[in-house]
């Protein structure tokens, strides 16, 4: 870290123009989740509820980590931002990340392997 | 109290203004490190009076000094105390009164907040300690396994004084966490870039971060464990599909990082004594902060070695077991490191080294128990037994007092302006350690033998009575060693506070100030050109440092005192204390809904008031 | 001195001002929180012993007796509420844009519509929890219902002291009192409103369309 402080660090700042897009595109993004949601259970029709039903967990993953990189990046700044703000973000979502998956395969586990 | 913007703050005292009032409403980051010591080191006081009951009980087979009911509490309370009365606030003393030192700035970031988690604490600790007064103290272990803290199991105030008083002191650690966090990013001195900070600092720093990381987890926990006991949920209990397992699972993601913030203050006071006292610089500063974050960072991965004895399955054993021996590198990195700096030193045998010395020495013990416990086959004849009491009271004792104790040696000609006795002080280490050994090493025999924790006596004829016996004796000693220790504070209090500002000769920033360092720290604030910066003007001065001159402090301001600190504080233990009759009593909402008010009057009082 | 004008001379380290630094570690932390409400509500998903279930029928007990019960969610309300609170986010954006600018009308508007969006998130939930409670799930039914309810209540009681803090502004704003020199006020308590949406974003479906 540079001793030198920085008052404001103005590079192009992104306009109401630009937020407007983006919540358009959250909003377009949302449906989509609810569409996967529908076609996953057979509530845009039967022929889809196959093609849709296996992967609705990962397009609802996928969806939503774009939602959550776009409200992130442009709405709170990061992309701007100097990189602790970022990091003091990411660091602390891996760890949960982590704990999530960690508790989701110790959970599962007894139930695959049937060990009760 | 309105006061306009435009006020001129008053500009910083010369003296420090005396009166219990100024105590009440200090935002000063010494003062509070202070009331932290001074507050945490009864409670560590308290917490070692339990121990003593417990070692009489346990001095001779099926004995009644005390009932099974009492010991239950004895080992609850003990354990709760020394974790979170004891070693965190005693540790959070010297993140009060050394980091802003350390750094070279003038107080924490946000003063106001620092009195705020002070408060807290206090408040949290008197309101978990109350409970010995309704005998209703908490029973069920100071990691409130379920589903034995149920409703069912444990009815009575017990383990709600329990949630509640752990919930209130979590909010003084999150809040305390955040202003050290941002105080170690944000005021560093210039210069001062993060890789050549104190060691202390560092070790603080990454603290801070496991606090912020693990706290959230058991406020969880413990919201689930108190929905279960009043609100008829089932988080836990198998009668609604619960799985106590889960409360293992959380409590331990919360609970082995806490147990790397118990120690990694006293892992950094070691890396700043030794090197002081060995005449040397830290052998290998990086490795030394790369291990420290590696140990936090890998700290989340390892928590269900707490739990071999559940049943988890290969697949998850194996995982934890190898996590945690890959935990023992980084931490064995930095015990070579401490040898590595002593090994050709300059040895200045003065207390604070033994202490630091006895710090590795019992730690190294405490970390091969600890690696023992990491193969899940052996795990299963140690857990539960006393082998683990052995292994976390050497490196939580041996490993953070003695720490702990290094620093108040090292740092308290600082703090007061006066030195502690040597003599004493050697004699304080010597009884220490040996209490602390006749008291601890037994028990490795005894668990292996075969006794349980957690147990109020035990039968005749089980070869347990003669290291009980033993252990009994030593834990006398120990107590002994304390009087020695407070003795030698009091004396010391009687002398005039005359002590040099560098009386050993330090690396850091903290010893280019007067002893007691004057209200605003720094008359200039220093730049820094490395990690050792008043080693560099020792040797740009030609070995000598000139004695700092008093200054006046004109044109410094420092932020005002404030009360809304502690009223805050009250209505933080209001809304989460009240909680233990309204559950059961809904008409007496009313205290939680004034405990809630006084919170908000408080947080707006507090915000809108000017900082300096 | 205003804090403006302190953080002048008081230059940080990182340049960045240490309040925006304290809520972004407070916004690390509460990572944890959720986390750990979400992992709980995922270990107990398909656990529960009786219903109501959120996506299935289930047994369930009703005005007393056990009945076949329908499945609990009600998706076009919630994705409304979802885009509700998406929306508060692009407000407050504008607001703070119109703050940093000093145009204290388009402050006070969007700051409005960002309120009034929370209040309605909110008045969204009560309605949709105590629809839940009139069709057979209480707080402490079966697991799905103690997970759901802590979860989105944690999540709730955050957005409600958003709404607080965001209010408080707002009666400042109104008053005159965020110029552009006091506009990281605003930005500090918007982070904290982004992170809360932010929240929302993963619970949405996790929860309301994960089956």
Sequence with gaps: MDSHSEVHAEPAHPTPGLYLKIAVVLFILTALEVLAFEAGRGGLGAGLRPIFEPITVVLLIVLSAAKFALVAMFYMHLKQDPKLLANLFVFPLIIAASIIGGLIILFQYWRVVGAK | MATSVLDKAP??????????????????????????????????????????????????????????????????????????????????????????????????????????????????????????????????????????????????????????????????????????????????????????????????????????????????????????????????????????????????IFGHPEVYILILPAFGIVSEVLPVFSRKPLFGYTAMVFSGAFIAFLGFGVWSHHMFATGMGPFADSFFALSTMLIAVPTGVKIFNWIGTLWGGSLQMKTPLYFAVGMVAMFIIGGLSGVMHSSPPADLQQTDTYFVVAHFHYVLFGGSIFGLTAGAYYWFPKMFGRMLNETLGKWHFWLMFIGFNVTFFPMHFLGLNGMPRRVYTYPEGLNFEFWNQVQTWGSMLLGVSMLVFIYNMWKAARRPANAPADPWRGATLEWLIPSPPQEFNFGTVPAVGSSTPAWDLRRANGGALPEPASESGEGIHMPRPSYWPVVTAFGVLGVIGSILFTHAFPQWYFITITGAAILIYGIYRWAFEPAF | MSDAAHALEHPTATGIDSKKVAIWTLIGSECLLFASLISTYLVYKGKSLVGPLPHAESQCMLHGKMQTCEPIFEIPLVTFGTAVLLFSSFFIVLALYGAQKGSRKMLVGWLSMTVLCGLFFIGMQVYEFSHFYHKGLGYSTNLFSSTFYTLTGFHGSHVTVGVIWLSTLLYRAVKGKIPPAKALNLEIAALYWHFVDVVWIVIFPVVYLMR
């Design chain 2, 11 to 252: 500009a910083a005292h010369a003296t420090a203004p005396t009166g219990i009032w100024s105590w009440i409403t200090t935002v000063d980051h010494k003062r509070i490190g202070i009331l932290y010591g001074a507050t945490a080191f009864l409670f560590f006081l308290i917490g070692g009076l339990e121990a003593l009951f417990m070692r009489i009980q346990l001095m001779k087979p099926d004995n009644d000094f005390v009932s099974a009911e009492t010991f239950n509490a004895l080992f609850t309370m003990h354990g709760t105390t020394m974790i979170f009365l004891g070693v965190m606030p005693l540790s959070a003393m010297f993140f009060n009164y050394f980091i802003p030192l350390q750094i070279g700035a003038r107080d924490v970031a946000f003063p106001r907040l620092n009195a705020f988690s002070y408060w807290v604490f206090l408040f949290g600790g008197l309101f978990i300690n109350f409970s010995w007064l309704l005998n209703a103290a908490p029973n069920a272990g100071w990691f409130g396994y379920a589903n034995l803290t149920s409703n069912q199991y444990s009815p009575g105030l017990n383990t709600d004084f329990w949630v509640l008083g752990l919930q209130i002191l979590g909010v003084a650690s999150m809040a305390a966490a955040i202003n050290f966090f941002v105080t170690i990013v944000n005021l560093r001195a210039p210069g001062m870039k993060m890789l050549r900070m104190p060691m202390f600092t560092w070790m603080s720093f990454i603290t801070q971060i496991l606090l912020l990381l693990a706290f959230p987890v058991i406020t969880i926990a413990l919201v689930f464990l108190m929905m279960d006991r009043h609100f008829g949920t089932h988080f836990f209990l198998p009668e609604g599909g619960g799985d106590p397992v889960l409360w293992q699972h959380l409590f331990w």
